[in-house]
């Protein structure tokens, strides 16, 4: 295969609309669990120590947070299903792409400085741009729909003109097996 075709591939799986996720961002992550057969919501807050393949359908980020004293990790993939909504809390100020040196700083030295952003804007945006995804992927579905009606309405007509076609085919041949009988009885 092609890299053109695998890129071809990789783009139908991304998302329509993802927030623009930086280094230093403290974000808020809601992730699809699956505990049986029920799904459930679960939120996720911590600072982005890293982006991958921001380009890529694998785009991936690393959050992390401290929790009762622990640090903790996660990585998600921006363009899964199971990632329902990334929502910037902060920006930092930073001079890297990978902030590994906060695993090794704990209380104030574990700080970073914020700057001041719109934060209204930026995951505004990003709805929007999904509710435009939305609309378009409903519009999509009402023409496939129509399209689907109109082919099973000719679908229809013609398995009635078969049905006629072959009711008279078995008539003609019920009138030729009595027109033989006749003729073999004479």
Known sequence: MSSI????IGDAQKKPAIVDVRSGDT???TQKIKEGSKFRSQMFEGVVIRTDRKDSHTARITVRKVASGVGVEKSFLIHSPLVEKI???HRAKVRRKNLSFLRNRSGKSARLITKNI????LNKEVSTKIEEAKTTIEDVTEK???KVEEVAENVIEKAAELTEKAEDAITDMAQKIEETKDEQSK
């Open 144 to 146: 496939i729909a129509d």
């Open 5 to 8: 075709n695998l890129k071809k």
């Open 27 to 29: 974000v808020r992550v």
């Open 118 to 121: 719109d934060k209204a804007t």
């Open 87 to 89: 929502e910037i809390v």
